[in-house]
């Protein structure tokens, strides 16, 4: 059926090394996305003139819902940033704002 409560969707840019896969990334979505992370999908791989050799920028959609209530900002925020925090730690990621 169709989903009772409105999801909130947030895009994510992240600077990386060439060598590190999407999988990767998506391996931290997973684990820190938790139940509200309903859906994720890759739009944006660049490489090129704007960033240092060896990088690359990759961009994601993330789509956040919660089954049972109106999610919040602040709950949104909560999750994305852990999820950001990890790529940052993890993978060595920098956040690219737009």
């Known amino acids: 059926g169709i989903p009772k409560y409105p999801s909130v969707t947030r895009d994510i840019a992240v600077v990386l090394d060439e060598s590190i896969l999407v999988q990767e990334i ?3 979505f997973e684990s ?3 139940p ?3 859906s994720f999908s890759l739009f944006d ?3 090129g003139a704007q960033l240092p050799e060896g990088k690359k ?4 959609n993330l789509v956040y819902r919660h089954k049972d209530k109106t999610l919040t900002d602040k709950e949104v925020g909560k999750v ?3 999820i950001v925090r990890t790529i ?3 993978l060595g990621g920098v956040l690219r704002t737009t």
């Open 80 to 82: 994305h940033e852990k």
């Open 36 to 38: 509200i992370l309903e």
């Open 45 to 47: 791989v660049y490489q």
């Open 26 to 28: 998506e391996k931290i």
């Open 57 to 60: 920028s990759v961009a994601y």
């Open 32 to 34: 820190k996305g938790g």
């Open 88 to 90: 940052e730690h993890v």
